[in-house]
Structures are given as structure tokens and as C-alpha cells.
């Protein structure tokens, strides 16, 4: 197939120089083999995407590249559509796709274009080795809807110091990078004898994530029963974590789309390059965003959206061999305490007669977790009982962890005079 006709408007390509075979190579949701004819990927759709790769699919550091792709520009006066092309080549010290630093090359693969078109270009919009391409694209829009340059700029770096093209992507075209071992300040292995700063791995970037301390979630200068309220209700650390988000004084709704934005990324980066500081920090925003109360009944519709968004990413933990958790085992306690912990506090503050939206997500996403990986909801479990044995003798037995997620017993509150 020749490329687009010029009444057309072309969606961009992205062309490969120098790839080796059997490297590992992926974008956005696609992973692949390289092999001999693979020259690059076609007809990329506008948005932000995800190229990562490796030396091979083992489990060897992997690199990636965050780009933004505009819509189609408009034709020129004599009806002509110019092909947008994005050169990569493939670095042997780094192991990995780089963009192409070469201006020249750019028009090189331009002219190239119509020779590869026909036999070495993969098309992003058409089935795939995994999904639909049109599947994949969407799949991918539902995963990505809360990334901006802002937030990119402001976790891996900015990319561009001048005036913007436009209000996404940056006007030079330069990527953001990062690494399967590129890690945030407070997921440093900590050395004796050496600084947060020293303690990174060489020639790695640092993470500038949201700095999240869930043992520490009340403001300062609290003491006695507001701490113990901050612990049991995260809305304000919630509110504290929007604010830094975004410069001081800055749209608090801006900072609460960041911070979904940093669950997203920080999701991704798990699903494609396995990125361990990222895990870490995508469980302390889940565990700030499922803990709140008083931010329930204040912004109901931003809940349904984190609901929302959490349903989408379990869809895709199976994206990977072996799954990215293990979520039908005790390894997903964490998230299974959480999520009863959340349906609790939704049950109490809005009743039967309100929330109906939140509920109704929420009764979809573990719906997906039952069918998917045989949970059951906590209100349909009997967690304690009286158990007749066969001599008659009746014991009394409840469920390993009951106390823990009723706060009772050894997990009761206690009350402590500090006079």
C-alpha cells in the first residue's frame, strides 16, 4: 500500500535506524520482537505515546521515551499534506532507541518513505500481534487522559525552555526519558555513608514524584485527636498533595487532574518498563485517595473519576506475563483493605440516597475483581460465627485479618492521656 494520497491528511511515522534483531521494542500497549523488516511503526494517532526498548525481552534494563504527536496540520496552499516523520536510531552504548540527533536524517527518511512504506512499516490503527489497533488506540486514550507536558516536565524534567507550539508537547520535539531503574528520592536504597543524591545508580535521571509520607498525613503543628483524624481520614493530606502539585497559589483542580496524572504515569511505567519506584508510588496515592472521608461528600465526582481510572488499569495487570500482582493470593491484601476500607466509608456518608454515580462504579470495579480474579466483597463474607463440631462442641471462629479491617481487638482505638 502506497503512502496516503495528499488529500489525506497522513498521521505520522515513526522510522527506525540501525534496530538490531530480536530487541525487545514497544509503544504505548504494542510490544514486539524486532526482526530484519521492521522499519518503523505508521499512522501514530495525535497524543502522547510511549516508545521503550531494550537489548532483548529478558528482564535487562529497559529505556523509554515519552512524545507528544499533534493533530494533523492543516494542507498547504497547493493541497499538499506534509508527512510528519520521527527518526529514532538505535544507540549501542545505551542499548536502546534514541531520537535521531541528525537534522539530515529526518529528510533522509523522508525520502526513504515510499521505499519502507511498502514492506517495513507496522500499522499502529490495524490488529496487532496482541489487540486491534483501533482497540489499542482507545485503550490507550483511557490510560493516558490525565497526562499534560506539565506533568511530564515536572516528574522526568523539563524538555523545553522556550514558547510551546502549542498547550500540549513541547515546541523542540525532544522527548522525556526514564528508565526501568530510575527512582524518586524517597525509594532510594538508603547507605550509610552516602547521600540520596550520591546513592543513585550512575547516568540515571531522579523522579521527581509527589514526596508522599503515609505515616505522616496531618499538617504540622497537629497533635492529639487531629492527628488521629488525619490518620483514620487522609482528605486533608489529599488537599496538601493537590497543592503541591501545582506552583503555590496555583488551580487546585489543575493539581488534582497532576495527581491523577502521576497515578497514570506511574502505572504505565510499571506495565511497560516494570519501574519499581513507580509501584511504590502508585500504591501511596492509592493509599491516600481510597483513605478519604471528608473529601467524599466535598468532591464526590473527583472519586468516581479515581474509581473510574483504578477499574481501567486492573484491566490491564494481565498485560503482562505472569501479571504485574499478585492479585489472587494474599500479595494483594494491601489493595483488597483498601477498597473495604473505601466501600465502608461510601456506605456510611452517603447511605442509600446519595452517590449514586460513585456506587455504582465502585460495584462495577469489584464486580471486574470477582470475575476476574474470584474476590469477594467484604459485606458478603462472614468474617466471625459459632462453628458446631461433629462431637457437638461449638468453637467460636472468625476470619484471619477481621480485626485489622473492623478495628477491633488487638486493632481497636485506644485512647491515650498525654497529661
Known amino acids: 500500500m502506497p503512502p496516503p494520497s495528499s488529500s489525506t491528511p497522513p498521521m505520522p511515522t515513526l522510522i527506525f535506524h540501525s534496530l538490531p534483531n530480536n530487541a525487545f521494542l514497544g509503544l504505548d500497549l504494542l ?29 535487562s534494563v529497559r529505556h523509554g521515551h515519552w512524545f507528544f504527536v499533534p493533530a494533523p496540520a492543516s494542507a498547504t496552499e497547493g493541497g499538499q499534506h506534509e508527512s510528519k516523520i520521527i527518526p529514532w536510531r538505535w544507540s549501542e552504548e545505551k542499548e536502546c532507541l534514541v531520537p535521531e540527533a541528525d537534522v539530515s536524517e529526518t529528510g533522509s527518511a523522508q525520502a526513504d518513505l515510499g521505499r519502507v512504506w511498502e514492506r517495513g512499516l507496522l500499522d499502529y490503527t490495524q490488529p496487532g500481534s496482541r489487540k486491534e489497533g483501533g482497540k489499542l488506540g482507545s485503550e490507550w486514550r483511557e490510560l493516558t487522559g490525565y497526562i499534560t507536558d506539565d506533568l511530564l516536565d515536572r516528574v522526568l524534567g523539563k524538555v523545553a525552555s522556550q514558547d510551546r507550539a502549542g498547550k500540549r508537547g513541547p515546541a523542540s520535539g525532544r522527548p522525556w526519558s526514564i528508565s526501568s531503574v530510575s527512582s524518586a528520592p524517597q525509594d532510594v536504597e538508603k547507605i550509610p555513608g552516602l ?42 493530606y489529599l488537599g496538601h498533595l493537590i497543592e503541591l502539585a501545582v506552583d503555590s497559589g496555583g488551580d487546585r483542580r ?82 483488597k483493605g483498601l477498597l473495604a476500607q473505601f466501600r ?61 479491617e473492623d478495628e477491633t481487638g488487638e486493632y481497636a482505638p485506644v485512647v491515650v492521656d498525654l497529661e
Not at 523488516?37 to 537489548?55: A, C, E, T, V
Not at 496515592?285 to 474509581?307: H, W
Not at 452517603?350 to 474470584?374: P, S
Open 344 to 404: 465502608r466509608n461510601v456506605e456510611e456518608l452517603f447511605g442509600t440516597a446519595n452517590g449514586e454515580t460513585l456506587k455504582t462504579e465502585l460495584k462495577q470495579l469489584e464486580q471486574d475483581l470477582r470475575d476476574e480474579y474470584g474476590w469477594e466483597s467484604g459485606k458478603d463474607i462472614l468474617k466471625r460465627g459459632l462453628l458446631e463440631l461433629e462431637d457437638g462442641e461449638r468453637v467460636d471462629m472468625d476470619m484471619n485479618g477481621a480485626d485489622e
Open 31 to 59: 510490544s514486539l520482537t524486532t526482526s530484519p523488516n521492521l522499519q518503523g511503526i505508521k499512522n501514530l494517532p495525535p497524543g502522547y505515546h510511549f516508545l521503550y526498548s531494550s537489548s532483548d525481552a529478558s528482564l
Open 195 to 236: 547521600t540520596a543524591s550520591e546513592a543513585v545508580i550512575e547516568g540515571e535521571m531522579q523522579l521527581e514524584l509527589l514526596p508522599i509520607d503515609l505515616r505522616r498525613t496531618w499538617r504540622d503543628g497537629a497533635v492529639g485527636r487531629e492527628r488521629t483524624d488525619a490518620v483514620r481520614d487522609r482528605s486533608w
Open 254 to 335: 489543575v493539581g488534582a487532574a497532576q495527581l491523577l496524572g502521576e497515578l497514570q504515569l506511574c502505572f504505565l511505567m510499571i506495565l511497560t518498563l516494570a519501574n519499581w519506584s513507580c509501584l511504590e508510588q502508585w500504591k501511596r496515592i492509592l493509599g491516600v485517595l481510597l483513605s478519604c472521608r471528608q473529601a467524599l461528600v466535598e468532591v464526590g465526582d473527583y472519586f468516581v473519576a479515581v474509581v473510574r481510572l483504578l477499574r481501567i488499569q486492573l484491566k490491564h495487570c494481565q498485560d503482562v506475563e505472569g501479571g504485574l500482582f499478585d492479585l489472587k493470593e494474599e500479595g494483594a491484601g494491601w489493595l
